[in-house]
């Protein structure tokens, strides 16, 4: 891909050696993007639209959408980058199911196909983190999606 009349390169890799050796093999004149992951591309390419520069409260817990924290009862939650974006959907107001396709789309930015194995295994991840918080579950809906419930 050109910028100008520079080309684009794009490097994926979580190994932070590869991305350093991608570097120096460069011309310090091209235009380079480093990524960890497709998620971080992902998030450079196609940014999430309607982010709020103010955290969204739902009871006790808070979702920074712009910080890339959450918190609940004012512990902060350990998320990964694609468990904070689950529950950044689930928990935004109001609080209500979220297909499998909607949630697919807005976490990974891509067409959903029917396969919701990828999705159902990232939430298995997200709902473990949030039983071990304590008073956060995600509900199943079956054949239609999930739903986050409080426990206040």
């Known amino acids: 891909m050109l910028v100008g009349d520079r080309a684009l390169i794009v490097c ?10 991608l570097m120096r093999q460069l011309d310090p004149g091209g235009v380079v993007l480093l990524c960890a992951d497709l998620d971080e591309l ?3 390419l196609f940014p999430a639209v309607g982010r709020s520069s103010a955290p969204e409260p739902a009871g006790e817990l808070v ?3 712009v910080g ?17 974006r689950m529950l950044g959907c689930l928990a935004r ?15 990974w930015g891509g067409v959903y196909l029917g396969d919701s194995a990828i999705l159902h295994s990232a939430m298995k991840r997200l709902r473990g983190k949030l039983r071990a918080a304590g008073g956060l579950e995600v509900e199943t809906v ?4 999930y739903r986050l419930q409080l426990r206040l």
């Open 42 to 44: 992902r998030e450079i």
């Open 142 to 145: 079956r054949g239609i999606g």
């Open 68 to 84: 890339f924290h959450a918190s609940w009862r004012g512990e902060p939650l350990p998320l990964t980058r694609l468990e904070f």
């Open 12 to 21: 994926v890799s979580s190994d932070v050696a590869v991305r350093e050796r």
């Open 63 to 65: 979702v920074d959408q």
């Open 93 to 107: 107001p109001p609080v209500e199911v979220w297909t499998y396709q909607q949630l697919f789309t807005a976490v």
